[in-house]
């Protein structure tokens, strides 16, 4: 079996699907191993650190779309490489079949197999291929210290002979695995954090990362949409966290915000009044802008001022991390192969619970029923 690793393509990508410490294992299994040339490039990893882990080194990137079995990758192939791939090879990545599925459609026709990161079932025995996680993780990291560095301001409280500087006050919107990292890392910074989330089992979390968690009355609707993640709110309890956001944010010298409800547009919750109420100098980062944005002013990917508050709305933060976010997500799709490598060679077993759960599509046939659905639809236009 051959594995292939590319250079990733899309604009501003840094990250690597898999980094050499992680070919060790799969090449004492006897799979070969082709790698474009400069794939690890972005985070500082030199082809001949890949050749001294065993693997071989091509510039020639057809070869390896057309010789590859296995494909682990971090974003969707663009569609002129799809249409290169090996009939039944397998790909594994960020492959955004809910919100980008038509752009998988010359992959599922080839026909292959695709199994996507973001539909790893979050059950116990699939954490250790959480990659959502991963990088959800070092987004809200890297928001804070974003912030931090556009903020006028210091973030902690310093006692000096010239008086004292009070702390920042932050505050975080959505404290699921990226809002608690970036309570976690504003804190450790100095700052007085505030946050809010409609889970109310997010609050225990929040209260012990040091943090103050804010309470909105939903009026005792479910928030729970399952697997720890949140429910579609009606526009009455939207309006609810609006308002609180409002109120909050005249106080704030930065709103990190990042909240999301799997499948669906970001919930916008910030509307232009909170912007306007910010504290001159102030700072917002949106990271839910991939998904539209959580305030109705943002504009994905774009940086801009409003009434002298920064509003950043950074649509790939993990590639501005990219040696720990490859770390991370290399040992997550090694964890994935650990369930279909088996002694070198492909075994895809469909009746594995977590391989079913991310199967985009089998051998050009669609697997997760959600993404099943959303294959009429996309197919039928
Ligand atoms: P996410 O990225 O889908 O959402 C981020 C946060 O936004 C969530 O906490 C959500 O409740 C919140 N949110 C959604 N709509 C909102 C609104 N209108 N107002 C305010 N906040 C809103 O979620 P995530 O960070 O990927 O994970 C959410 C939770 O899932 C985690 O806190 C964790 O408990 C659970 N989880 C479980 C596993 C597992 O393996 N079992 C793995 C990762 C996460």
Known sequence: MLLGILKESAPGETRVALLPGSLKSLIAQGTSVLIEAGAG???????????????????????ILAQADLLPVVNAPAAEDQGRLKPNAVVIGFLRPLDALAALLPAIERP????????????????????????????????????????????????????TVPPAKVFVIG???AGLQAIATARRLGAVVEAYDV??????????????????????????????????????????????????????????????????PAPRLIRRAAVEAMPPGSVLVDLAAPGGGNCELTRPGETQQINGVTLLAPMNLPAEVPVD???????????????????????????????AGACVAHQGKPVNPRVAKLLETVSAT
């Open 41 to 63: 490039e972005g985070c500082g990893v030199s082809d001949r650190a890949y050749m001294d882990a065993g693997a071989t080194v091509t510039a020639d990137r057809a070869s």
């Open 112 to 163: 292959t197999t695709l199994f996507s990161m973001e539909l790893v079932p979050r059950i116990t025995r699939a954490q250790s291929m959480d990659a959502l996680s991963s990088m959800a993780t070092v987004a809200g990291y890297k928001a804070v210290l974003s912030a931090a560095d556009r903020l006028p301001r210091m973030f902690p409280m310093l006692m000096t002979a010239a008086g």
């Open 175 to 177: 404290a699921g695995v």
């Open 199 to 264: 889970r109310a089992a997010a609050g225990e979390q929040v209260r012990s990362l040091g943090a103050k968690f804010l309470d909105v009355d939903l009026g005792g609707i479910n928030t729970e949409g399952g697997g720890g993640y949140a429910a579609e709110l009606t526009e009455e309890a939207l309006d609810r966290g609006r308002d609180l956001i409002t109120k909050t944010a005249a106080h704030s010298d930065v709103i990190i915000t990042t909240a999301q409800v799997p499948g669906r």
């Open 325 to 355: 976010a490859s770390n991370l997500y290399s040992r997550n799709v090694l964890n994935f192969l650990g369930l279909i490598v088996k002694k070198g060679e492909l075994v895809v077993d469909m009746t594995d619970e977590v391989l």
